[in-house]
């Protein structure tokens, strides 16, 4: 296993068109500085806005794996980033002068030459692998599904199988052991491949605008005679280059490899897995995948792998659980005396649920001016220190929480039961119940000394993550 993060030695540049869009680009790999990761930077647009390539900013999975941050988009990603990972680079930018990667011959051979061609340098930052050490596993019941990530000491393997109940195709399976021997002649190669009754499909929602015979390979399905391909030559103003074949594979293409679709079907995986921000030492077996279960697995791993960060970067409870104390949270809390509202988080999972102690005492400022004579805690307060204790849960379904904001845009269904009084200990619980893109909602209760005690006040929250660089804008 590589111990150190990667990058490259010097731009280097291809063009083409994309796949679904047809639009011309230039793809720029560029070096990038130890953790930076890897990032997408639409320099045709104003500002050359920079699109992380996570889990976080996936916004479309239907036709490939198309990532979005604002106003900024970048289609049919999977291929550089399988290239990317393939080739064990940690940090790199993407630059394109257009909204999606240029296909080329529908492989990810071309990536792989240009990145090898830029020279790969070793960084003195240590990689961070996600050690995966229990399985986890992803199960789609309707269109029977699996993926899996098992424990494999200091190694990553790939297995995978696919049926699509077609001649041309059979059961077909393939297995990745080491990227470094494998990758770039095994399976960076592959092509892309869909079956012909999708073309109609892809034309008529304005897709596959740049795909063509020589960037894709088109498997026949079985009800297509000779009569009905003709008929859709003629809608969709096919060439004469296009024919049924006798091999189930449109205009008899040869295949690079027997198993070639299994293998590209492992490559967009690989370029899938790529979203969870880090490497990956593990064996994943997948049977039957797809952007959509590999982007739902992905985001299992993610959360796995924020909650080890947490884990080895903090106090961790019996039940191994982060905690942050005082002097963690003014880490990475931008707000303080007298405005910092919460003193400790006793349990943080990532995704679902935070707990926050918040101790209420005489010397609280605000009880100077309210109801000096009979202090009580103001029920803004209450609702702040609570809207304080659900930030820490999204700041940290991130990398890093000192780079972000949260900022509250709405509060519904607040509701004070119990007055707060100095020697009150505030237990806050807040569980996030949805988020797109980066709005979140979080709905959460305060009770008064113990978690499920007294019930003080409960509320739903409305709030956006930015970047603290970007916030005012």
């Known amino acids: ?139 789609d019941e309707e269109n029977n599904v699996d993926i899996a990530a098992l424990p494999l000491k200091d190694d990553f393997r790939i297995s995978l199988i696919i049926d699509f109940n077609n001649p041309a195709l059979g059961v077909q399976h393939t297995g990745l052991f080491n990227l470094e021997k494998e990758f770039a002649k095994e399976f960076a190669p592959a092509r892309t491949f869909c079956f012909l009754k999708e073309i109609e499909m892809l034309k008529e929602q304005g897709l596959g605008k740049g795909g063509d015979i020589n960037n894709s390979i088109v498997i026949v399905d079985e009800d297509f005679d000779t009569s009905k391909f003709e008929e859709m030559k003629r809608k969709y103003n096919l060439g004469d280059e296009f024919f049924i074949g006798k091999t189930g594979i449109l205009s008899d293409k040869e295949l690079r490899f027997k198993n070639e679709p299994a293998r590209h079907k492992l490559l967009d995986l690989l370029g899938d897995l790529a979203l969870l ?108 220190s609570m809207v304080q204790c659900g930030s820490v849960l999204l700041l940290h379904r991130i990398g890093d929480p000192k780079k972000k904001l949260v900022y509250f845009g709405g509060i519904e269904k607040v509701k004070f039961r119990k007055p707060v009084i100095p020697g009150d200990q505030l237990v806050m619980e807040m569980e996030l119940v949805s988020f797109k893109r980066n709005i979140f909602k979080i709905v959460g209760k305060a009770y008064k000394n113990q978690l499920g005690g007294e019930l003080a006040c409960e509320g739903e929250f409305t709030a956006a993550v930015m970047d603290r660089e970007n916030a005012d804008k």
């Open 1 to 139: 296993m590589i111990k150190n993060q990667r990058t490259i030695l010097k731009p280097s540049s291809l063009s083409g068109v994309g796949l679904h869009t047809g639009n011309p680009v230039t793809m720029t790999f560029k070096p990038a500085p130890e953790n930076y990761g890897i990032k997408f930077k639409r320099i045709d647009i104003e500002g050359s806005p920079e699109i992380p390539a996570d889990i976080d900013h996936v916004r479309d999975i239907s036709r490939g794996t198309n990532l979005g941050l604002n106003n900024a988009e970048v289609h049919t990603v999977e291929h550089v980033l399988a290239a990317i990972t393939g080739c064990q680079i940690d940090n790199i930018i993407v630059e394109l002068d257009s909204n999606e990667p240029p296909v080329m011959d529908g492989s990810a051979k071309f990536y792989v030459d240009t990145l090898l061609d830029a020279g790969i340098v070793e960084q003195n930052a240590k990689r961070e692998y996600l050690v995966v050490e229990e399985l986890v596993h992803y199960h």
């Open 277 to 384: 921000g880090a490497p990956l030492q593990c064996q994943i077996l997948a049977a039957r995948p797809g952007h959509k279960a590999n982007v739902e697995f992905t985001k299992m791993l993610r959360k796995l792998y924020m909650q080890n960060k947490l884990v080895k970067k903090f106090q961790v409870t019996k039940s191994g659980e982060a905690v942050f104390d005082i002097m963690s949270i003014l880490e990475f809390m931008p707000h303080r005396y007298p405005f910092l509202m919460i003193d400790k988080i006793v349990e943080l999972e990532i995704d679902k649920r935070v707990v926050g102690i918040k101790n209420v005492t005489i010397n609280e400022p605000f009880f100077i001016g309210h109801f000096p004579s009979r202090p009580i805690m103001p029920g803004v307060l209450i609702v702040e």
